[in-house]
């Protein structure tokens, strides 16, 4: 059920858009995670996406310049990662 996610700008520094592309709605919820596997922050938590594709708005945290990774995840067991560039 998920199709595509592609985050921008990359590299980003305080605002980034992330575009979600789903085959139906569904339970989506997105994390930002450091290179080790650690939580750096939940961005969005457990929402119910019902449009196909959505752009989500989102403000970053401030964090430390660096390469990250960004999980989504479905309900339905999809998941994408994509690296994000902090600067």
Known sequence: NLHAMKAFPNPASNQLS???TLTES???SLNLLDLNG???KTLIPI???YQINQIHSLTLPPIPSGVYVLVLDTQRGGRMTQRLNIQ
């Open 38 to 40: 650690r939580l750096v």
């Open 26 to 28: 569904d339970d989506i």
């Open 18 to 20: 992330v575009e979600v």
């Open 47 to 49: 929402q119910r996406q």
